[in-house]
């Protein structure tokens, strides 16, 4: 089983931008990548995934054109650059990996069989 560990969560002032980073401990080469986030009393909902090889990526309406994700293969590492950042952003965000055919992204957490701790990002006012 894939260990996956986020970073880069913290406190910001609505506006502004945070990087994480989910760091695999396999080869995630073969791995189709997502990121999710869980508000408070709320489900776990879906914010961006990348193919395995990180040539298709979607995300959620909610953070298009805010939110990219990225992926080193080199460095088995998932990045999201999140840029203007709003309130309702506040959240424990997670990533996810499974492994999947070329080509492949998938949008529900029913899909992905790897998880990640977790890392707050509290967005204010």
């Known amino acids: 089983q894939v260990q996956l560990a986020e970073s880069g969560g913290g406190l910001v002032q609505a506006g502004g931008s945070l990087r994480l980073s989910c760091a695999s401990s396999?080869?995630?080469?073969?791995?189709?990548m997502g990121w999710f986030r869980q508000a408070p009393g709320k489900e776990r909902m879906f914010v961006a995934a990348?193919?395995?090889?990180?040539?298709?990526?979607y995300y959620a309406d909610s953070v298009k054109g805010r939110f990219t994700l990225s992926r080193d293969n080199a460095k088995n590492t998932l990045y999201l650059q999140m840029n203007s950042l709003k309130v309702e952003d506040t959240a424990v965000y997670y990533c996810?990996?499974?492994?999947?055919?070329?080509?492949?992204?998938?949008?529900?957490?029913?899909?992905?069989?790897?998880w990640g701790q977790g890392t707050q990002v509290t967005v204010s006012s």
């Open positions: 996810a990996a499974v492994r999947a055919p070329y080509g492949t992204y998938y949008t529900t957490d029913r899909s992905y069989d790897s």
């Open positions: 396999r080869t995630f080469f073969m791995d189709a």
């Open positions: 990348s193919s395995r090889n990180g040539g298709i990526t």
